[in-house]
Nanobody
Framework: QVRLVESGGGLVQPGGSLRLTCVVSGSIFSRLDMGWYRQGPGDQRELVARISRTGGLTYSDSAKGRFTIARDNAKTTVYLQMDSLKPEDTAVYYC???????????WGQGTQVTVSS
């Protein structure tokens, strides 16, 4: 049973920073492509950042230059460092894992990020 547990969300003022953490258990972490997605009120879930099992990086246009995704295979953990946060970054942030070579997608339960003064 693959389990993803996110943490690190909260309330932050505009311009502030947060670091989200996703700890993965129950799978060979090095075979997982990992990503962070978010879903705001009334919005569809969207990609924020992705890091492949080989270290390839993908960022949404809104995340480029402000957010950094990283993984620690030894700790089976993926991080999302979010800087210069804006009110429009307010959303529930979800961790996602895609296994290889058998393609299965797993989701975490989500962590709320609220950017407000």
């Amino acid at each position: 049973q693959v389990r993803l547990v996110e943490s690190g969300g909260g309330l932050v003022q505009p311009g502030g920073s947060l670091r989200l953490t996703c700890v993965v258990s129950g799978s060979i972490f090095s075979r997982l492509d990992m990503g962070w997605y978010r879903q705001g009120p009334g919005d569809q879930r969207e990609l924020v950042a992705r890091i492949s099992r080989t270290g390839g990086l993908t960022y949404s246009d809104s995340a480029k230059g402000r957010f950094t995704i990283a993984r620690d295979n030894a700790k089976t953990t993926v991080y999302l460092q979010m800087d210069s946060l804006k009110p429009e970054d307010t959303a529930v942030y979800y961790c996602r894992a895609d296994s290889w070579p058998i393609e299965i997608t797993y989701w975490g339960q989500g962590t709320q990020v609220t950017v407000s003064s």
